[in-house]
């Protein structure tokens, strides 16, 4: 009688068992480009998952998807690669767990963006956020300037969290809302409280040209200080 399916195509694919071994060598190496990759895409390339998570889910998924759809696929390599990844899984998650060195390079670490109504330009330069999109997560957040910002965080998960002022000490702060934004210059019209558009820092200028003591820029806007409207 002839059987329904061909089972060592079925299952091997008409591949010698040593082959195996080769699957094991294949899925640690794809697992660690896997997660240099998304390492180096930054946080906010994988927002709301982890550079681990995003690994295991694109590893796990393209084993599980493969032998559906391919009859070249054999199920017992795809079974291995589970198995593979589930330690190395295993290894990574405990290995978070012993060594902090190897957790913040593995999950990255929270940093300030803003300290004091002011940007950390340090810790922009490090980070893969422009500036137009850290506005716009303001301007979600119903902020207008950053004189309302006390503090705010980007997370390992890539959100970014947002400590305000309490209304009584709101103060003067570089405007987010474009139609303001849009009205820099490097020449100020008239004598008044302006702040540099990159680094935020805000102070009394006078009217003509001027130097930011923070970050060396000469490009200004004029401050406001309203209230957070919720």
Known sequence: MKEIFEWERLLFNNLPQNFL??????????FVILLLTLKMAGKRGVKQLSIFE???????????????????????????VFTVIIILYRSVTWLTGKSKKFEEFIEGKTECLINDGKFSVSTFKKESLAQDEFFTELRIKSIEHLGQVKHAFIETSGEVSIFYYEDKDVGYGLPILPALFG???KI?????IYSCTF?????????GTAQCDVCHKHEWVASINTLRVT
């Open 21 to 30: 071994l080769e699957v094991i060598f294949r899925s640690t190496v794809m």
């Open 54 to 80: 995003t690994v295991i889910i694109i590893a796990l998924g393209s084993a599980a998807g493969d032998p559906m759809f391919y009859e070249d696929v054999g199920i017992i390599p795809a079974a291995v």
């Open 183 to 185: 009205t820099k210059s």
């Open 188 to 192: 100020i019209p008239n004598d008044g």
């Open 199 to 207: 680094c935020g820092h805000t102070t009394e200028q006078k009217a």
